[in-house]
């Protein structure tokens, strides 16, 4: 692989409609057409670096902090996310870390595996033969109503609508930013309307006496005690629920729609190797964003300062030399270590080091208590005739809703 290939895009340059249409598809077919541990893009006054080899990406990664910064998409976020530990930089981000680490280890994360596949049997209860079931839908009620009751604890219905009401704005918000298809002064106001609302939803539960213990604003509203401490509570908790919502609700989708694709029945799957081989190929956050704090040499090659550095982790993943082909195949997982590859990022959908996702544990106790139920159920589903391709909407999703009808059930 050799490391660097330079490309000036011009109008007539035959990738324009692809930036257009879709940024994942446009950083997937330069990848594919230059074997190049880097890509430079440049494009009038605008440059930035695509990396697509794990050991650069390591490099890269475990730095972060010190040599290279977060930056990123979600920076342009930086109004909706305000304080948030996603958008905090240096010491603050080191100590709004510490303090939220707690709520999302293992023992607190693996008491909630009974409510989620409560709420998930709940669901598929009224499920029937035949019928069509729309994926997306599903696990994005499942992953809100999960984050809900971390987040706050037992929220009334009326409470848990408000948490999705809220979410499902806040990220529409964010699409029309991308979209550019309203003005700088109509999303401010939605902005604040949505924040708002979150205040005083999060202001009722902290003054309420009901249940809301052992959840994470029970948990920051004992570490957060000054009285202007809730607008960082609020903050956290906004951050939660955008990095933690789509992220999770879309891997189901992807592993449910690829096994009735591949026609692979459930009840053959080991869930640990079904889930991680959807997050191989379709890793949820599927580029990191990072830009040198200062010139920074690699080997032969000179990172320029501030220039953007997107780590293509689907590209990285996708890797045939170290997993033989991309196609979609639990059972490779068998003969793999994750261990080693992880250490040598071939497999990094969490990110690595000073940034890595505070809310591994609690996606992959989700995902695996979810698709282990509807395996004790013996869902199967048809398979589907639509081919349904990734896109980017922040996260990696369907081009498209997701339908699968129901072949069999047990009751
Ligand atoms: C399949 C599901 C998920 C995937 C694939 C995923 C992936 C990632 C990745 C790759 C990063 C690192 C970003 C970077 O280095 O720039 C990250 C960060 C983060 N994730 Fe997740 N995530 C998932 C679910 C969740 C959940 C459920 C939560 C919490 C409820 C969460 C909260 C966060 C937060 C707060 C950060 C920022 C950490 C920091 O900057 O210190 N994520 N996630």
């Known amino acids: 692989m050799n490391m660097i290939k330079e490309i000036k895009i011009k109008s007539d ?18 990848s594919n057409d230059f074997d190049n541990k880097i890509i430079l893009i440049k494009m009038g006054f605008s440059q930035f670096y695509i990396v697509n080899d794990a ?24 109004d909706i996310l305000g304080e948030g530990v996603l958008t905090a930089k240096g010491k603050n981000h080191l100590n709004q870390r510490r303090n939220l680490l707690p709520m999302f280890n293992k023992a607190n994360i693996n008491s909630f595996v009974e409510f989620i596949r409560n709420i998930t049997l709940q669901k598929i209860n009224s499920w029937k033969q035949n019928e069509v079931i729309n994926i997306m839908d599903f696990s994005t009620q499942l992953s809100l109503d999960i984050l809900g009751k971390v987040l706050f604890g037992d929220l009334s219905k009326d409470q848990q609508e408000s948490v999705t009401r809220i979410t499902k704005n806040l990220l529409e918000i964010y699409h029309s930013q991308r979209l550019k298809n309203l ?29 809301f213990e052992g959840s ?5 509203s004992k570490v957060y005690k000054d009285e202007d401490d809730i607008y960082l509570i609020r903050d956290e908790i906004i951050t939660l629920l955008l990095a933690g919502h789509e992220t999770s609700s879309n ?4 592993a449910l729609y690829q096994l009735a694709k591949n026609n692979i029945n459930l009840e053959s799957v080991n869930i640990d190797n079904l889930a991680f081989e959807t997050l191989r190929l379709y890793p949820a956050v599927w ?32 890797n045939i030399e170290v997993y033989g082909d991309t196609n979609f195949n639990p059972t490779r997982w068998s003969q793999l270590t994750l261990s080693q590859l992880s250490k040598n990022f071939h497999f990094i959908p969490f990110g690595s080091h000073s940034r890595r996702c505070i809310g591994e544990h609690m996606a992959l106790t989700e995902i695996k208590t979810i698709l282990e139920t509807l395996k004790e159920k013996n869902i199967k589903f048809k398979k589907p005739d639509k081919e349904i391709n990734p896109i980017d909407k922040i996260t990696l999703s369907p081009s498209q809703e997701v339908y699968l009808e129901i072949l069999s059930k047990s009751v």
């Open 13 to 30: 340059s035959k990738y324009i409609n692809l930036i257009k249409k879709d940024i994942f598809m446009f950083f997937q077919q330069v």
């Open 55 to 78: 050991k650069l990406a390591q490099f890269i990664i475990s730095k972060t902090g010190r040599d290279f910064e977060k930056l990123g998409e979600l920076r342009a976020i930086g």
């Open 183 to 211: 003005s700088h002064k109509e999303i401010q106001k939605k902005i604040n309307i949505a924040k708002e609302e979150l205040y005083n939803l999060t202001n009722e539960i902290i003054s309420s006496t009901s249940t």
């Open 216 to 220: 994470l604003v029970s948990h920051l």
């Open 251 to 254: 891997t189901i989708t992807w």
């Open 287 to 318: 580029r990191l964003t990072r830009a040198a704090i200062e010139d920074i040499n690699y080997e032969k090659f000179k990172f320029k300062k501030g220039l953007p550095i997107y780590i293509n982790i689907y590209k990285i993943q996708r």
